[in-house]
């Protein structure tokens, strides 16, 4: 099986924050990373039942994205 390609990029948040995502992180047996993903494809997920399908190949990730 082929894997996707991966990007890594930083996020700041406040400390508080970052606290209670470990906490509902280890609640749900979820390490930070894949609470983090779980968390974006819900988000996608409800964006595209009420917007309609994102079309990822008409947008360019630039270099200072990734």
Avoid at 18 to 28: G, N, P
């Amino acid at each position: 099986m082929a894997q996707k390609n991966k990007v890594t990029f930083t996020v700041r948040v406040d400390e508080d924050i970052y606290k209670k995502m470990l906490a509902v992180a280890d609640f749900d047996k979820r390490d930070v990373n894949n609470h983090i993903l779980h968390l974006l494809r819900t988000n996608i997920a409800y964006h595209e039942r009420i917007h309609g399908k994102i079309d990822t190949s008409k947008i360019e990730i630039k270099p200072e994205e990734n």
